[in-house]
Protein backbone atom coordinates (compact mmCIF):
# COMPACT_ATOMS: atom_id res chain seq x y z
CA UNK A 1 0.00 0.00 0.00
CA UNK A 2 2.86 2.11 1.39
CA UNK A 3 6.36 2.39 -0.16
CA UNK A 4 8.69 4.48 0.81
CA UNK A 5 11.98 4.21 -1.75
CA UNK A 6 15.32 5.79 -1.06
CA UNK A 7 14.28 8.64 1.54
CA UNK A 8 17.16 11.31 2.38
CA UNK A 9 16.30 14.10 4.51
CA UNK A 10 19.03 16.51 5.98
CA UNK A 11 18.90 19.63 8.48
CA UNK A 12 22.13 21.61 7.77
CA UNK A 13 24.98 19.13 7.86
CA UNK A 14 23.04 17.06 9.57
CA UNK A 15 21.74 13.74 7.70
CA UNK A 16 18.55 12.35 9.49
CA UNK A 17 17.44 9.79 7.38
CA UNK A 18 19.81 8.62 4.98
CA UNK A 19 18.29 6.16 2.17
CA UNK A 20 15.52 4.33 4.18
CA UNK A 21 13.28 2.10 2.32
CA UNK A 22 10.27 0.01 3.04
CA UNK A 23 7.23 -1.36 2.27
CA UNK A 24 4.03 -1.28 4.13
CA UNK A 25 0.78 -3.80 3.05
CA UNK A 26 -2.39 -2.98 3.45
CA UNK A 27 -3.94 -3.65 6.50
CA UNK A 28 -0.79 -4.79 8.39
CA UNK A 29 0.61 -2.73 11.48
CA UNK A 30 4.23 -2.04 10.74
CA UNK A 31 6.83 -0.54 14.07
CA UNK A 32 8.93 1.82 13.45
CA UNK A 33 11.54 1.48 16.16
CA UNK A 34 14.74 3.21 16.78
CA UNK A 35 16.59 5.04 19.68
CA UNK A 36 16.17 8.78 20.33
CA UNK A 37 17.16 10.98 16.90
CA UNK A 38 16.98 7.69 14.88
CA UNK A 39 14.91 9.48 12.31
CA UNK A 40 11.71 8.07 12.68
CA UNK A 41 9.69 11.27 13.09
CA UNK A 42 11.32 12.71 10.09
CA UNK A 43 10.55 9.61 8.60
CA UNK A 44 6.30 10.16 9.24
CA UNK A 45 6.90 13.76 8.31
CA UNK A 46 7.92 11.95 5.05
CA UNK A 47 5.33 10.08 4.72
CA UNK A 48 2.38 12.05 4.94
CA UNK A 49 4.20 14.66 2.66
CA UNK A 50 4.65 17.12 5.87
CA UNK A 51 8.25 17.18 4.70
CA UNK A 52 9.88 17.10 1.71
CA UNK A 53 12.25 14.55 0.69
CA UNK A 54 15.70 15.93 -0.46
CA UNK A 55 15.47 12.52 -2.79
CA UNK A 56 13.62 9.33 -2.55
CA UNK A 57 9.84 9.04 -3.03
CA UNK A 58 6.53 8.24 -0.88
CA UNK A 59 3.85 6.15 -3.04
CA UNK A 60 0.61 5.30 -1.85
CA UNK A 61 -1.03 2.57 -3.97
CA UNK A 62 1.52 3.39 -6.80
CA UNK A 63 0.70 7.30 -6.81
CA UNK A 64 3.39 9.96 -4.90
CA UNK A 65 2.10 11.35 -1.75
CA UNK A 66 3.52 14.57 -2.94
CA UNK A 67 3.72 17.95 -0.16
CA UNK A 68 1.00 20.03 -1.03
CA UNK A 69 -2.61 20.49 0.37
CA UNK A 70 -5.10 17.68 -1.61
CA UNK A 71 -4.07 15.10 -3.14
CA UNK A 72 -4.02 11.70 -1.50
CA UNK A 73 -3.49 13.04 2.21
CA UNK A 74 -6.95 12.47 3.17
CA UNK A 75 -6.44 9.31 2.91
CA UNK A 76 -4.14 9.54 5.48
CA UNK A 77 -4.14 10.12 9.75
CA UNK A 78 -1.62 11.52 11.55
CA UNK A 79 -1.29 11.13 15.90
CA UNK A 80 1.77 13.19 16.22
CA UNK A 81 3.97 12.75 18.80
CA UNK A 82 3.71 15.89 20.20
CA UNK A 83 -0.37 16.67 21.30
CA UNK A 84 -1.87 18.71 18.49
CA UNK A 85 -4.62 19.72 21.20
CA UNK A 86 -5.74 23.08 22.06
CA UNK A 87 -5.96 23.39 25.78
CA UNK A 88 -8.62 26.19 26.03
CA UNK A 89 -11.11 23.96 24.11
CA UNK A 90 -13.60 21.29 24.63
CA UNK A 91 -12.71 17.83 23.29
CA UNK A 92 -15.49 18.39 20.90
CA UNK A 93 -14.55 21.60 20.04
CA UNK A 94 -11.11 19.84 19.27
CA UNK A 95 -12.43 17.48 17.38
CA UNK A 96 -14.56 19.98 14.97
CA UNK A 97 -11.59 21.87 14.01
CA UNK A 98 -9.44 18.89 13.40
CA UNK A 99 -12.69 17.60 10.72
CA UNK A 100 -12.72 21.17 9.51
CA UNK A 101 -9.29 21.37 8.61
CA UNK A 102 -9.91 17.78 6.38
CA UNK A 103 -12.82 19.10 4.82
CA UNK A 104 -15.25 17.26 6.83
CA UNK A 105 -18.35 19.36 8.58
CA UNK A 106 -21.92 19.00 9.23
CA UNK A 107 -23.58 15.44 10.38
CA UNK A 108 -20.55 13.70 8.92
CA UNK A 109 -18.46 15.11 11.52
CA UNK A 110 -21.13 15.02 14.23
CA UNK A 111 -20.96 11.37 13.92
CA UNK A 112 -17.46 10.38 13.41
CA UNK A 113 -16.26 12.98 16.67
CA UNK A 114 -18.91 11.01 18.60
CA UNK A 115 -17.88 7.39 16.77
CA UNK A 116 -13.93 8.42 17.50
CA UNK A 117 -14.64 9.63 21.17
CA UNK A 118 -16.41 6.35 22.20
CA UNK A 119 -13.47 4.29 20.70
CA UNK A 120 -11.17 6.30 22.46
CA UNK A 121 -13.40 5.96 25.72
CA UNK A 122 -13.61 9.55 26.31
CA UNK A 123 -17.61 9.58 25.45
CA UNK A 124 -18.58 11.51 28.64
CA UNK A 125 -15.66 14.47 28.44
CA UNK A 126 -16.90 15.49 25.45
CA UNK A 127 -17.92 18.84 26.63
CA UNK A 128 -15.11 19.54 29.33
CA UNK A 129 -11.80 21.89 28.45
CA UNK A 130 -8.61 19.69 27.39
CA UNK A 131 -6.58 21.54 29.72
CA UNK A 132 -8.23 19.59 32.45
CA UNK A 133 -7.12 16.25 31.01
CA UNK A 134 -5.37 14.03 32.22
CA UNK A 135 -1.51 13.01 30.08
CA UNK A 136 -3.36 9.42 29.38
CA UNK A 137 -6.66 11.36 28.42
CA UNK A 138 -5.18 13.93 26.29
CA UNK A 139 -2.74 10.73 24.57
CA UNK A 140 -6.49 9.31 23.40
CA UNK A 141 -8.42 12.53 22.00
CA UNK A 142 -4.96 13.23 20.23
CA UNK A 143 -5.62 9.34 18.45
CA UNK A 144 -9.37 10.40 18.12
CA UNK A 145 -8.02 13.38 15.89
CA UNK A 146 -6.64 11.60 13.72
CA UNK A 147 -9.62 9.37 12.69
CA UNK A 148 -12.28 11.93 11.87
CA UNK A 149 -11.93 12.19 8.33
CA UNK A 150 -11.94 7.95 8.30
CA UNK A 151 -8.47 7.60 7.43
CA UNK A 152 -7.33 4.39 5.77
CA UNK A 153 -3.67 4.55 7.10
CA UNK A 154 -2.63 6.01 10.46
CA UNK A 155 0.53 7.25 11.12
CA UNK A 156 1.01 6.86 14.82
CA UNK A 157 4.07 8.41 16.59
CA UNK A 158 4.55 7.42 20.15
CA UNK A 159 0.95 7.44 20.93
CA UNK A 160 1.66 5.77 24.62
CA UNK A 161 4.24 8.35 25.55
CA UNK A 162 3.93 9.06 29.35
CA UNK A 163 0.59 7.46 30.09
CA UNK A 164 -0.15 4.71 32.67
CA UNK A 165 -0.60 0.79 32.20
CA UNK A 166 -4.24 1.30 32.41
CA UNK A 167 -4.12 4.55 29.24
CA UNK A 168 -1.91 2.21 27.18
CA UNK A 169 -3.83 -0.79 27.46
CA UNK A 170 -6.66 1.46 26.44
CA UNK A 171 -4.71 3.05 23.85
CA UNK A 172 -3.65 -0.76 22.34
CA UNK A 173 -7.43 -1.58 22.39
CA UNK A 174 -7.75 1.35 20.30
CA UNK A 175 -5.42 0.14 17.91
CA UNK A 176 -6.30 -3.45 17.76
CA UNK A 177 -9.83 -2.61 17.06
CA UNK A 178 -8.88 -0.09 14.17
CA UNK A 179 -6.81 -2.70 12.84
CA UNK A 180 -10.23 -5.17 12.92
CA UNK A 181 -11.71 -2.61 11.26
CA UNK A 182 -8.79 -3.18 8.09
CA UNK A 183 -7.11 -0.13 8.71
CA UNK A 184 -3.10 -0.05 7.59
CA UNK A 185 -1.02 1.32 10.83
CA UNK A 186 2.43 2.62 11.38
CA UNK A 187 3.85 2.71 14.79
CA UNK A 188 6.56 4.13 16.43
CA UNK A 189 7.31 3.30 20.05
CA UNK A 190 10.27 3.35 22.03
CA UNK A 191 7.82 -0.06 24.28
CA UNK A 192 9.54 -3.01 22.66
CA UNK A 193 6.51 -5.32 24.34
CA UNK A 194 4.11 -2.74 22.87
CA UNK A 195 5.32 -3.68 19.58
CA UNK A 196 5.77 -7.06 20.25
CA UNK A 197 2.12 -7.19 20.92
CA UNK A 198 0.99 -5.01 17.96
CA UNK A 199 2.82 -5.28 15.03
CA UNK A 200 3.17 -7.70 11.81
CA UNK A 201 6.69 -5.88 10.67
CA UNK A 202 8.59 -4.55 12.31
CA UNK A 203 11.71 -1.72 11.05
CA UNK A 204 14.57 -0.75 13.26
CA UNK A 205 16.35 1.83 12.15
CA UNK A 206 19.24 4.33 13.48
CA UNK A 207 21.37 6.88 12.24
CA UNK A 208 19.01 7.62 9.43
CA UNK A 209 19.09 3.88 7.92
CA UNK A 210 17.00 0.59 8.23
CA UNK A 211 18.98 -1.90 9.99
CA UNK A 212 15.79 -4.46 10.22
CA UNK A 213 13.16 -5.08 8.19
CA UNK A 214 11.41 -8.38 9.02
CA UNK A 215 8.32 -9.81 11.41
CA UNK A 216 9.36 -10.66 14.98
CA UNK A 217 10.27 -14.51 14.39
CA UNK A 218 12.66 -13.11 11.68
CA UNK A 219 14.13 -10.58 14.81
CA UNK A 220 15.05 -13.64 17.25
CA UNK A 221 16.47 -15.69 14.76
CA UNK A 222 19.22 -13.08 14.77
CA UNK A 223 20.21 -13.77 18.24
CA UNK A 224 22.69 -16.45 18.66
CA UNK A 225 20.69 -17.82 21.92
CA UNK A 226 16.63 -17.02 21.37
CA UNK A 227 16.38 -18.02 24.84
CA UNK A 228 17.50 -16.70 28.35
CA UNK A 229 17.64 -19.31 31.06
CA UNK A 230 19.06 -18.16 34.72
CA UNK A 231 19.58 -21.40 36.95
CA UNK A 232 19.70 -20.55 41.35
CA UNK A 233 22.30 -23.04 42.49
CA UNK A 234 22.64 -23.95 46.07
CA UNK A 235 26.19 -22.87 45.92
CA UNK A 236 28.37 -20.49 43.61
CA UNK A 237 29.30 -22.20 40.44
CA UNK A 238 33.23 -22.89 40.18
CA UNK A 239 35.27 -22.21 37.51
CA UNK A 240 35.32 -25.92 35.82
CA UNK A 241 31.52 -26.00 35.54
CA UNK A 242 31.23 -22.85 33.59
CA UNK A 243 33.95 -24.12 31.41
CA UNK A 244 32.05 -27.13 30.69
CA UNK A 245 28.87 -25.34 30.40
CA UNK A 246 30.21 -22.82 27.65
CA UNK A 247 31.65 -25.67 25.61
CA UNK A 248 28.11 -27.09 25.25
CA UNK A 249 27.07 -26.92 21.82
CA UNK A 250 24.18 -24.56 21.55
CA UNK A 251 24.91 -22.27 24.60
CA UNK A 252 25.87 -19.11 23.40
CA UNK A 253 26.96 -17.07 26.97
CA UNK A 254 27.35 -17.86 30.10
CA UNK A 255 27.14 -15.30 32.80
CA UNK A 256 27.09 -16.09 36.61
CA UNK A 257 26.28 -13.77 39.19
CA UNK A 258 26.86 -14.98 42.60
CA UNK A 259 24.50 -18.39 42.77
CA UNK A 260 23.09 -17.35 39.81
CA UNK A 261 23.80 -18.41 36.15
CA UNK A 262 22.92 -16.56 33.18
CA UNK A 263 22.52 -19.07 30.04
CA UNK A 264 21.89 -17.88 26.29
CA UNK A 265 20.84 -20.88 24.43
CA UNK A 266 19.12 -21.70 21.31
CA UNK A 267 17.35 -24.61 22.45
CA UNK A 268 15.68 -24.98 25.34
CA UNK A 269 14.75 -28.98 25.11
CA UNK A 270 17.88 -30.18 24.24
CA UNK A 271 20.62 -27.83 25.56
CA UNK A 272 18.64 -27.30 28.82
CA UNK A 273 18.52 -30.83 29.74
CA UNK A 274 22.40 -31.36 28.95
CA UNK A 275 23.59 -28.34 30.61
CA UNK A 276 21.82 -28.99 33.69
CA UNK A 277 23.09 -32.67 33.48
CA UNK A 278 26.55 -30.84 33.74
CA UNK A 279 25.40 -29.00 37.24
CA UNK A 280 23.96 -32.48 38.77
CA UNK A 281 26.97 -34.78 37.76
CA UNK A 282 29.19 -31.71 39.53
CA UNK A 283 27.32 -31.94 42.82
CA UNK A 284 25.27 -28.90 42.95
CA UNK A 285 21.43 -28.53 43.47
CA UNK A 286 19.22 -26.62 41.15
CA UNK A 287 16.64 -24.03 43.83
CA UNK A 288 15.06 -22.75 40.82
CA UNK A 289 15.36 -22.26 37.18
CA UNK A 290 13.71 -19.40 34.96
CA UNK A 291 13.61 -19.68 31.29
CA UNK A 292 12.34 -16.61 28.96
CA UNK A 293 12.23 -16.51 25.30
CA UNK A 294 14.47 -13.73 24.75
CA UNK A 295 12.57 -9.97 23.94
CA UNK A 296 12.47 -7.65 21.22
CA UNK A 297 14.68 -5.49 23.10
CA UNK A 298 17.55 -7.91 23.43
CA UNK A 299 17.22 -7.85 19.57
CA UNK A 300 17.26 -3.83 19.34
CA UNK A 301 20.07 -3.67 22.13
CA UNK A 302 22.07 -6.07 19.75
CA UNK A 303 21.36 -4.43 16.68
CA UNK A 304 21.80 -0.44 17.84
CA UNK A 305 24.13 -1.10 20.95
CA UNK A 306 23.84 0.33 24.11
CA UNK A 307 25.41 3.84 24.04
CA UNK A 308 23.57 6.62 24.89
CA UNK A 309 22.06 8.52 21.61
CA UNK A 310 22.15 12.32 23.05
CA UNK A 311 25.32 12.13 24.28
CA UNK A 312 27.32 10.90 21.32
CA UNK A 313 25.34 13.27 19.33
CA UNK A 314 26.50 16.35 21.25
CA UNK A 315 29.70 16.35 19.84
CA UNK A 316 29.25 15.44 16.84
CA UNK A 317 27.16 16.72 13.66
CA UNK A 318 26.51 14.94 10.54
CA UNK A 319 29.21 12.20 11.41
N1 LIG B 1 13.40 20.55 12.09
C1 LIG B 1 14.61 20.08 12.36
N2 LIG B 1 15.72 20.85 12.26
C2 LIG B 1 16.95 20.38 12.51
N3 LIG B 1 17.21 19.11 12.87
C3 LIG B 1 16.17 18.28 13.00
C4 LIG B 1 14.82 18.71 12.75
N4 LIG B 1 13.99 17.66 12.94
C5 LIG B 1 14.79 16.63 13.29
N5 LIG B 1 16.08 16.98 13.33
C6 LIG B 1 17.23 16.12 13.64
O1 LIG B 1 17.10 14.94 12.87
C7 LIG B 1 17.45 13.79 13.62
C8 LIG B 1 16.28 12.82 13.63
O2 LIG B 1 15.24 13.39 14.41
P1 LIG B 1 13.83 12.68 14.58
O3 LIG B 1 12.95 13.63 15.33
O4 LIG B 1 13.36 12.21 13.27
O5 LIG B 1 14.22 11.43 15.50
P2 LIG B 1 13.28 10.36 16.22
O6 LIG B 1 13.75 9.02 15.78
O7 LIG B 1 11.85 10.70 16.00
O8 LIG B 1 13.69 10.57 17.75
P3 LIG B 1 12.77 10.45 19.11
O9 LIG B 1 12.73 9.00 19.44
O10 LIG B 1 13.59 11.19 20.11
O11 LIG B 1 11.44 11.07 18.83
C9 LIG B 1 17.86 14.29 14.99
O12 LIG B 1 19.27 14.40 15.00
C10 LIG B 1 17.21 15.66 15.08
O13 LIG B 1 17.97 16.51 15.90
MG1 LIG C 1 10.31 11.24 17.21
Redo the contacts with the bound molecule.
Sequence with gaps: MLVARNLV?R??D????DGICFEVRRGSTLGLL????????????MLIGL?SPDSGEVLLDGAPIGTGAGGQKHRIGLVP?DLALYDELSAWANLQLCGGLYGVTGEPLKKRAKDALELVGLGDRAHDRVGSFSGGMKRRLNIAGALLHDPELILL??PTVGVDPQSRNAIFENLEELRRRGKTLVY?T?YMEEAERLCDQIVI?DH?KVIADDDLAGLYRLLEGTNEVTLELASEADTQLLTDLRALDGVSSVLPEGRLVRLEIADVGVTLARALDLVVARGVDVVTLRSEHASLESVFLLLTGREL?DAS?AGSSAS
Excluded: M, Y
Design positions: KFKRVAVGPNGAGKTTTLSLQDETHIGRQ
